[in-house]
């Protein structure tokens, strides 16, 4: 029996049998470079945009390739994904180097990997990074802006130290803030909170998560920004059953969706109140509502 979560989470696998994602809808990953050679995204629309950190042969590729196969990895490969069949674009603004686990990306490359997103076509973002420092994040509060304008979901891992805090892009009225917890309903505690995210924040899985490494082999992570892969996969299935369904595909109707339908953590659940946020996800909630 699989330990990944995503094997247990409620409603997951009846989305799945109506739909595996659409290739009219499109999941932008911000995150590091991807082995797009691996087994797991064989027969996968993913394309990854040249960006600076693309060409660093240095660059480790371990996180970029388990996010990214968390939404694209396909049936019957490695590891499987949330939405296979939806169309990927890579954005590499990440540079993990080797010898540090912190990623280099700074808030005007995170606003640059969103705009480049929305001009590629994207219907969803996911990301992680930005800054707590107000002088740094007028570039990125552009790209917020614009990503709202043109009904571009921007999916948000909550990360940080398990403090409260004022972050950025996290903090955004139009974003979709995601927390992990652990298999026992607790909230992990490398984890951003606050009365901030209470109506922008959800709580997803994300211990222990099975993505792809790159090589060619998988591996367990844990972790916000893996949560929020996962979250803007499913997403991506809502916005493809609304298009199945004769509708236009409205991210803006996804996100509002996905939050009306968050199960109310109880204070035991939010770690003594911490996790001040929206509520746990419920997919299948959140389908009755699109």
Same mark, same amino acid.
């Given at each position: ?21 659409? =290739? ?14 691996? =087994? ?11 960006? %600076? ?27 499987? $994904? ?9 954005? =590499?603004?990440?540079?993990?180097? %080797?010898?540090?686990?912190? %990623? ?90 606050? =009365?901030?995210?209470?109506?922008? $924040? ?5 211990? $222990?998560?099975?993505?792809? *490494?790159?090589? $060619? ?17 499913? *997403? ?20 509002? *969706? ?33």
């Amino acid at each position: 029996m699989s330990t990944d979560p995503r094997s247990n989470l409620a409603g997951l696998a009846a989305l799945q049998a109506e739909t595996l994602g659409s =290739p009219d809808v499109c999941v932008a990953v911000l995150d590091g470079p991807v082995d797009l050679a691996h =087994p797991a995204f064989r027969g996968a629309n993913v394309t990854a945009l040249e960006m %600076p950190v693309s060409s660093d042969e240095a660059a480790d590729r371990t996180h970029g390739t388990h996010v990214t196969s968390l939404v694209f990895g396909q049936p019957g490969g490695p590891a499987k $994904g949330i939405a296979p069949k939806a169309k990927g674009i890579v954005v =590499p603004v990440h540079n993990f180097r %080797p010898e540090t686990s912190a %990623p280099a990306g700074n808030p005007p490359d995170l606003a640059k990997g969103i705009r480049d997103a929305i001009a590629a076509g994207a219907h969803v973002v996911t990301m992680h990074g930005g800054a707590l420092s107000p002088d740094m994040l007028d570039a990125l509060a552009k790209a917020l802006a614009k990503a709202a304008e043109k009904n571009v979901l921007v999916v948000v891992a909550a990360e940080g130290d398990g403090n409260e805090h004022f972050h950025v892009p996290t903090a955004a009225s139009t974003v979709l803030a995601v927390a992990a917890e652990d298999a026992e309903g607790k909230l992990l505690d490398f984890g951003m909170w606050g =009365p901030t995210y209470r109506d922008s $924040g959800i709580v997803a899985p994300g211990e $222990g998560l099975i993505g792809a *490494a790159p090589g $060619g082999g998988t591996v367990a992570q844990s972790g916000a920004t893996f949560a929020a892969a996962m979250v803007a996969g499913i *997403a991506a299935l809502l916005l493809s059953v609304q298009i199945a369904r004769g509708k236009q595909a409205d991210p803006r109707a996804v996100r509002a *969706a996905l939050l009306q339908s968050a199960q109310p953590l109880s204070m035991a659940q939010s770690e003594r109140g911490k996790g001040v946020l929206r509520g746990r996800l419920d997919v299948a909630a959140a389908l009755k509502l699109v």
